[in-house]
């Protein structure tokens, strides 16, 4: 069954797609020659991080994020708005916001970086990624109301922005050369804003759309993923920022999100918890789409046969149960190698499942 995909100068992206997080310009716990053989087409880098260490200048010496970490597929890039809304709600002194942008350090003794629209920009054109970001404002969802209009007001206004830098210094580049651009809609709890937010960045005309905040709550999707998606045309690519368990990736899917991101994947399999027994029968309902199985339990140590018996990862197609349960009892780094080898292709395995469904991409098919 053919399926939606969003063209990248680096390659088709296939939607729905699960983007692993490699925020530091690695996947932990896997090297990037294994990644294709999980399934995985494209991967999502931060850009704070990266700003931050090794520093933008020696990852673009290097050859761009691509030539940095062996990989030759897509690269989205974050804005970093989200990594300094968390260091804003930490530890005082690590962030601090102003109308010109964010300025951020992910230590005392680090020396503050500034994200400016422009800045924001540049750098993810340095880094060499093909889904860029514009800079936005994130906020806590109970956060007051000055708080999230203020970071409507942000968002819309560093998202004009990135535009007008973005446009400037692709402007002699091939069209088909170009990166994406994408943009966050942000609005906190608040319908209006959400709306105000996403008719201003429509406007102001984008390749793709995020959901911007918290999209769990309570171990369940918030009502503002559904309503964004509603808020923007028919045909727009949605990425549901850091939704990430398979039962939350199929629910945003059938919302019409079809680019996923999450560390949730790779940091349970260093934890000895996998994903198992995938029930596509539930892809149109509530039910649950998969399963847990956790190598600590003392079931696994005698295990004989895979971990999931309908997986074709490295480690079901290699190694028992058992086996891997004794990787973790030792503390031997080839089970996190193993675990999230699995986890991602369990991803992988899902969204492709969704790619087949009857009903494609719902609602929506990219324009």
Request: contains cysteine; neutral net charge; hydrophobic residues 40%.
């Amino acid at each position: 069954m053919s399926h939606s995909v969003l063209p990248t100068r680096r390659g088709d992206i296939s939607l729905p797609q699960f983007v692993p997080d490699a925020t530091r310009a690695v996947v932990r716990g896997l090297p990037t020659g294994a990644l294709p053989r999980t399934g995985v087409e494209t991967i999502l880098v931060s850009t704070a991080h990266l700003m931050s260490q090794p520093g933008t200048s020696v990852v673009r010496a290097l050859g761009g994020v691509h030539g940095f970490m062996g990989w030759t597929g897509p690269v989205i890039s974050d804005s970093g708005g989200f990594q300094a809304f968390s260091l804003l709600t930490g530890q005082k002194g690590l962030a601090t916001v102003s109308d010109a942008g964010l300025s951020y350090r992910f230590s005392p003794k680090q020396r503050f970086r500034d994200l400016t629209p422009k800045s924001c920009i540049e750098t993810q054109l340095h880094l060499g990624a093909d889904v860029v970001y514009c800079l936005d404002y994130c906020t806590h969802p109970l956060a007051p109301d000055a708080e999230q209009e203020k970071s409507v007001a942000l968002t819309i206004r560093w998202a004009a922005e990135c535009r007008a830098v973005f446009d400037r210094l692709v402007a002699d580049t091939p069209v088909e050369q170009r990166p994406k651009l994408f943009a966050v809609v942000q609005g906190g709890q608040r319908a209006d804003l959400r709306a105000r937010c996403a008719d201003a960045l429509v406007d102001l005309g984008f390749d793709g759309y995020g959901f911007g905040g918290y999209p769990v709550a309570a171990g369940q999707l918030v009502a503002e993923v559904e309503l964004t998606a509603r808020l923007l045309p028919p045909g727009s690519v949605l990425h549901g920022l850091g939704i990430g368990t398979p039962e939350s990736l199929v629910a945003a899917w059938r919302s019409g999100y079809t680019i996923f991101d999450c560390t949730l994947p790779t940091r349970n399999a260093r934890r000895g918890v996998l994903y198992t027994s995938m029930d596509t029968a539930n892809l149109d309902g509530d039910g649950r789409v998969s399963r847990i199985a956790r190598m600590s339990d003392e079931k696994w140590v005698r295990a004989p046969g895979p971990v999931d018996p309908d997986c074709d990862c490295e480690l079901c197609t290699g190694y028992s149960a058992g086996y891997l349960a004794h990787l973790f009892r030792v503390e031997d780094s080839l089970a996190h190698t193993l675990a999230s080898a699995h986890n991602l292709r369990f991803y992988t395995r899902l969204t492709a499942a969704l790619r087949g469904h009857p009903a494609g991409a719902l609602p929506r098919a990219v324009r």
